[in-house]
């Protein structure tokens, strides 16, 4: 069984069990997620739209942190133009618990 979730503009394919990347949440370690479900399939059938209305993935936060960095580099040629710049895009890591379809 595995579900379709809707989290940060993303959308990720879990199951139970999984733990997952999103974008930064803002929530302590140990707290507790529900998120919004596109699409779940339990097995023999995909249900998605209106068939999933009740369903959600509830999930716990097991920590918030920052990957590794990223160079941004800007060049224009003849001009003496450089820039280098870089970003650690924040993020919260979260187990999936369950999924309730």
């Known amino acids: 069984m595995y579900a379709i979730i809707a989290t940060g503009g993303k959308q990720y394919k879990v199951s ?16 507790s997620v529900s998120f919004d479900v596109v699409a779940v399939n339990d097995g023999s059938s995909l249900k998605a739209g209106d068939q999933v209305k009740g369903a959600s993935v509830n999930a716990s936060v097991v920590k918030e942190g920052k990957a590794k960095k990223v160079i941004v580099y800007r060049y224009k040629r003849k001009s003496g133009y450089h820039k280098k710049n870089g970003h650690r895009q924040a993020f919260t890591q979260v187990k999936i618990e369950s999924i309730n379809a």
Not at 21 to 29: I, S, W
Request: proline share 0%.
């Open 16 to 31: 139970e069990g999984d733990v997952i990347n999103v974008e930064k949440l803002g929530l302590e370690e140990g707290a």
